[in-house]
């Protein structure tokens, strides 16, 4: 089966910037109170297994585990999973696209996509959710974040490098209709503001989607 094309270009960008990414973002989570209260809350629902899913460098497959959860993560990018092998030994971290995960049907109490569908265009998001919920089990969690908003943005220079790299934001609504298309039951929406001040700022609002697969189903 062949690849689709922005597959490839994401993990190619990701390869080229991975290190300095890695340590640009690491402290990025420590500056924002509401994305961790929506990480425990998470993870205080979350039974089993979890797959953080485009984990990057591994910071909140980290955090997560230390919130008490047995969790792992899948990246595209083999440098960004080298990148968090060597910053979290012992944490399992595989090589794997969130399109095709090669995980047991049922296998996961919980699924983190921390701004990793943000790289997946509108026509593939179905299925790379009806993938999400063939890996969880029935009563199994959902965590999504993303960007909000209407219009995709392509960046060819990142840090100095050159790349081919897409984000798609979306709207909250429409993230949740399409989980409910996929089989999903929808818990909790959160929109925040976007942090204009901090040391990481953000130039579209955030928004948080917690969805849970049905007990009988």
Do not use: N
């Not at 100095?160 to 089989?183: I, K, M, N, Q």
């Amino acid at each position: 089966m062949t690849e689709p094309g922005y597959l490839g270009d994401t993990r190619a960008a990701y390869d080229v910037i991975a290190g300095e990414f890695a340590e640009w973002i690491r402290d990025e989570l420590a500056t924002k109170p509401l994305d961790r209260a929506v990480l425990a809350a998470f993870a205080e629902l979350a039974a089993g297994p979890v797959a953080d899913v485009g984990c990057g460098s591994g910071r909140i497959t980290a955090h997560l585990r230390s919130l008490g959860v047995d969790a792992f993560g899948i990246d595209l990018s083999p440098e960004m999973i080298a990148v968090a092998r060597r910053t979290h030994p012992g944490v399992r971290f595989e090589v794997g696209s969130m399109t095709a995960l090669d995980l047991p049907a049922g296998s996961l109490g919980g699924l983190v996509a921390w701004y990793s569908v943000i790289h997946v265009p509108p026509a593939d998001l179905p299925a790379v959710l009806a993938g999400f919920r063939r890996v969880l089990a029935p009563g199994g969690w959902l965590q999504l974040a993303f960007d909000v908003g209407d219009e995709p943005v392509h960046r060819d220079e990142v840090g100095g490098h050159r790349v081919s790299l897409d984000f798609h934001p979306r709207r909250v609504d429409r993230v949740a209709a399409l989980l409910t298309e996929a089989g999903f039951k929808v818990r909790a929406r959160l929109e925040r503001a976007p942090d204009d001040a901090g040391p990481f700022p953000e130039t579209a609002p955030q928004a948080f989607v917690l969805a849970r697969r049905p007990q009988a189903s």
